[in-house]
Nanobody
Framework: QVQFVESGGGLVQTGGSLRLSCAASGSIQSIGGMGWYRRTVPGAQRELVAHITRGGTSTNYAEFVKGRFTISRDNAANTVYLQMNSLKAEDTAVYYC????????WGRGTQVTVSS
């Protein structure tokens, strides 16, 4: 099964930016739509932040990140990205990537901490 490795998280001040990467061990083009999810509280349900179609021609965002985050993908490199700008304290979470039409094994995620 495809495995995901998320990276790029860290500590940033309010208003700052980060770019997350998600490297897949297999073909993301075969998987299809991909998404970034986050868990803001340990043990809570992950919430979908953004998703992108197989070819990258269509994207969709949760209201709470719209206009600030941008999802993209490089199918040749089997990598999905999340550019996060104008970060807020409430964006603090562990961020994960996964398919959107099915749930594959979750990676460890990458921690994003936004300090005010």
């Amino acid at each position: 099964q495809v495995q995901f490795v998320e990276s790029g998280g860290g500590l940033v001040q309010t208003g700052g930016s980060l770019r997350l990467s998600c490297a897949a061990s297999g073909s993301i083009q075969s998987i299809g739509g991909m998404g970034w999810y986050r868990r803001t509280v340990p043990g809570a349900q992950r919430e979908l932040v953004a998703h992108i179609t197989r070819g990258g021609t269509s994207t969709n965002y949760a209201e709470f990140v719209k206009g600030r985050f941008t999802i993209s993908r490089d199918n040749a490199a089997n990598t999905v990205y999340l550019q996060m700008n104008s970060l807020k304290a409430e964006d603090t979470a562990v961020y994960y990537c996964n398919a959107v039409s099915q749930t594959l094994a979750w990676g460890r995620g990458t921690q994003v901490t936004v300090s005010s």
